[in-house]
């Protein structure tokens, strides 16, 4: 019997399943030796604040600031995506506070600015149900949200189709006349930005212990270790690649584009863990209110919706 039925026949009401989840954490802490932070969005529900916010960077420090005597951390993480700036100042608060790994669990949906958040641990732990997603930004032209990537594909087309032919065709020519160079520098610089980002972090975390290669057992070099940040951080943005920013993008495709993930399916008991905080987390949403929780081993943070949209601490 699945996770999710086993807790459906248990019957167990909300405030139940608030205590099972903290028993959860308590099992997976001793389980793995780590200290397990849960940040968790109910996706599937229509809610304003439902992506990555700077609020939740607060309550995310608030919880962790006073945490003692662990070096290792494993962030739990389910949210649509949301705001990049605020995954940087997370996963920068993260890596100061927690001085061993900061590893990002992936059971559900971690999309977008939760990709780039991943793309910060140490390790990636996934399970088969886990995805990640394309970290292309998505910035509003005018009155329509476009993919930063194809917006400079396009603006380089035509610069390019300009240069060979001394003119565009006046329907481009139309759209040329209405661009700003700011506009222009706007969308280059969100296209950066997550660029930039996992750069850094794939080569100062996810490669840190990156010796040798698994082939050939030679040296890596840094070069080697840059360039392969690159190429990971160029193919993630690559809109044409993906054709979704939505797209869902498994274990198989990960590893495919050179990233190394930990399959929770192979440690059968941390497994049954990992599933069973799932199917809590996806009831305590199908039975509350509530369209995102905090939680550690001792302390659940919800936000509610409508007229319980103040967070409430247990």
């Known amino acids: 019997m699945g996770a999710i039925n086993d807790y459906i026949n248990k019957r167990l009401q909300p405030a139940e399943l608030e205590l099972e989840l903290k028993e959860l954490v308590k099992q997976y802490n001793e389980l793995t030796g780590n200290y397990l932070f849960i940040y968790c969005s109910a996706i599937s529900k229509e809610q304003n604040d439902i992506s990555l916010q700077q609020e939740d960077y607060f309550i995310v420090h608030d919880l962790l600031h006073d945490i003692q005597g662990v070096s290792n951390l494993d962030f739990y993480i389910e949210t649509p995506g949301g705001s990049g700036e605020t995954a940087e100042e997370i996963v920068r608060f993260l890596h100061k506070k927690f001085t061993g790994q900061v590893n990002f669990v992936i059971a559900g949906e971690a999309k977008s600015a939760g990709t780039l958040m991943a793309l910060g641990g140490n390790k990636i732990l996934m399970t088969e149900t886990g995805s990640l997603g394309p970290i292309d930004a998505q910035v509003f032209i005018g009155r329509t949200v476009v993919s930063a990537h194809d917006y400079m594909e396009w603006v380089d087309d035509k610069q390019k189709e300009a240069a060979k032919n001394n003119n ?98 192979e440690n059968s008991e941390l497994a049954k863990i990992v599933y069973s905080i799932k199917a809590v987390l996806m009831l305590i949403f199908l039975n509350t209110s509530a369209f995102k929780i905090f939680a550690n081993e001792t302390s659940i943070i919800k936000k509610f919706a409508r007229q319980q949209s103040t967070p409430t601490k247990e």
């Open 168 to 265: 565009i065709n006046p329907f481009d020519a139309t759209i040329v006349a209405q661009i700003n160079p700011g506009e222009i520098g706007g969308v280059y610089n969100a296209l950066k930005f997550a660029i930039d980002l996992v750069e850094k972090w794939l080569f100062q975390y996810k490669f840190a212990n990156w010796i040798v290669t698994e082939t050939t057992q030679q040296p890596v070099t840094q070069e080697m270790k840059e360039h392969k940040a690159n190429l990971i951080a160029t193919q993630l943005t690559n809109h044409t690649e993906w054709r979704s920013h939505g797209r869902s993008l498994k274990i198989d495709d990960l590893e495919n584009l050179g990233l190394k993930i930990d399959k929770i399916e």
